[in-house]
């Protein structure tokens, strides 16, 4: 990295401690500026311009935070690593939510700053030239990088999108990201589970209808292809889509046109389509189940999304993103559980039993105790359960909100029932129009 010389500009009030960074980078070749406080910095940045900053927290005059609100406000293509002295989660929390790249317990081993160092590095081309550059993305692993990298590169470009990776790593967040990071914003994002619709309805589904064009059709449905017209189509599940729709969807990607059933004319329109699966394309390519053209024309980017074991660095970052802004913490052993656990749910999980660890402390600090992790072989290699099986090992009620029992239970019913919306109404003892509410809720369909 020495060919080019970044300049880093380190904030610090304990001369030693920026001594110690400053003779680490030097002997990288990075120009290093050392000062001693916020308003010490801020002088500087408005003097020349700096590749990085990394700052300590507590800081008399202006403290880390205070100076990274500023960075991120007139220098928000900055990144900065804030250092703290001993690992207080709601330091973390604050500097995370203004915007840190990354955080280092001091004194940072070497190794440590080094990779925290050309993390941040690697990150600043993609940081700034999207707002923000996708901060809904929490993560700071070299995997999520480049999975930022590619949201702003498909933010920018106009082709279609395939996002894959398991359950739960976040497949909607991105595409969901790629839309309102993209010139489509303004326009709309309209969500379509393939594995819920049923299949007989395909047509009217993705065409529309005019009123009387068969039993049923009372007045004229507009279709998910002109909803999303002059946006963005997410196409979720999309294994579960049968060949022939598959051939329907391919024409409709190539030319635009739209002919409602039962209408006259067509009419074209301009989507974007990006589609997400938790399946190996390849397999499915290999065994029939996937065409090969559709997926070719869908690729544009692929992003493939890492598991959650694949980057536990991330797991701090995510468990303390996931307790909110309250002044809670964890203990030691409960992080470091974190840390171990398998996740086979992912992210997901994560959130859901950092959600009912935070219910079962009742505000206090998070213990071991909190985490229900039972369900979970801490002690295996990590492997989890594979992906499709992922759900059914978990128990429903084991660190699941009631919302995403609900969820599960109404994706499973409408699973049982081959997308009948009557049938798995009667099998989940609700009615129609109930089911029909709550799958608008969890947007389980367009
Ligand atoms: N990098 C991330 N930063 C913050 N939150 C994340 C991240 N990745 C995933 N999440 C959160 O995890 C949860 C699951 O993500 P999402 O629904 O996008 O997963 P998915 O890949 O679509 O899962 P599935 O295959 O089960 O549909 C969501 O609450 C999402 O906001
Ligand atoms: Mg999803």
């Not at 500009?9 to 920026?18: G, K, Q, Y």
């Not at 002088?43 to 990394?54: G, P, R, T």
Request: glycine share 8%.
């Amino acid at each position: 990295m020495s060919f080019v010389s970044h300049r880093i500009l380190i904030v610090d009030d304990e001369r030693s401690a920026s001594d110690y960074l400053r003779v680490l980078l030097e002997e990288r070749d990075f120009e290093v500026r050392t000062t001693a406080n916020g308003i010490e910095a801020l002088i500087a940045l408005e003097n020349q311009s700096y590749d990085l900053v990394i700052s300590d927290i507590r800081m008399p005059q202006m403290d880390g935070l205070e100076l990274l609100e500023h960075l991120k406000d007139r220098w928000p293509e900055v990144p900065a690593i804030m250092l703290t002295a001993n690992e207080s989660v709601e330091d973390v929390v604050g500097a995370i939510q203004l915007g840190a790249i990354n955080y280092l317990v001091k004194p940072a081993s070497p190794a440590s700053l080094s990779s925290a160092v050309d993390k941040a590095l690697v990150s600043r081309p993609f940081r700034g030239e999207v707002s923000g550059a996708v901060p809904e993305l929490i993560g700071a692993s070299k995997a999520i990088l480049e999975v930022r990298h590619k949201v702003v590169m498909a933010a920018r470009s106009d082709v279609h999108i395939l996002v894959t990776g398991d359950t739960g790593t976040g497949k909607e967040l991105v595409s969901r990201a790629i839309h309102s990071h993209s010139s489509l914003s303004t326009g709309p994002f309209i969500a379509h589970n393939c594995a819920l619709a049923p299949t007989e309805l395909f047509e009217s589904e993705f065409f529309g209808h005019r009123k009387g064009s068969f039993t049923g059709a009372d007045r004229d449905h507009e279709g998910l292809l002109r909803q999303a017209d002059g946006g963005v189509l997410f196409l979720d599940e999309l294994e579960t889509m049968t060949m022939p729709h598959q051939a329907k969807l391919l024409r409709v990607i190539d030319d635009g046109e739209v002919r409602p059933v039962g209408a006259e004319k067509s009419q074209v329109v301009s989507v974007r389509f990006v589609a997400a699966t938790n399946r190996d394309p390849r397999p499915m390519m290999a065994d029939g189940s996937l065409r090969d053209d559709l997926y070719y024309r869908l690729r544009g980017i692929e992003i493939n999304l890492p598991t959650l074991r694949e980057r536990r660095e991330d797991i701090p970052l995510l468990a303390v993103h996931f307790l909110g802004d309250d002044a809670l913490e964890f203990s030691t052993e409960a992080m470091e559980a974190l840390t171990r656990a398998p996740w086979p749910g992912n992210v997901r999980q994560l959130r859901n039993i950092v959600q009912g660890a935070k219910a079962a402390s009742g505000g206090a600090r998070i213990t071991l105790t909190h985490l229900s992790l039972e369900t979970m072989d801490l002690d295996g290699e990590g492997a989890g359960a594979p992906l499709e099986t992922a759900a059914a090992a978990v128990p429903l009620s084991r660190g699941l909100s009631l919302r995403e029992v609900e969820r599960r239970a109404i994706v499973q019913a409408l699973e049982d029932c081959s997308g009948n919306r009557t049938r798995a109404a009667k099998l989940l003892d609700i009615d129609r129009s109930t089911l029909r509410r709550k799958i608008q809720e969890y947007g389980l369909e367009g």
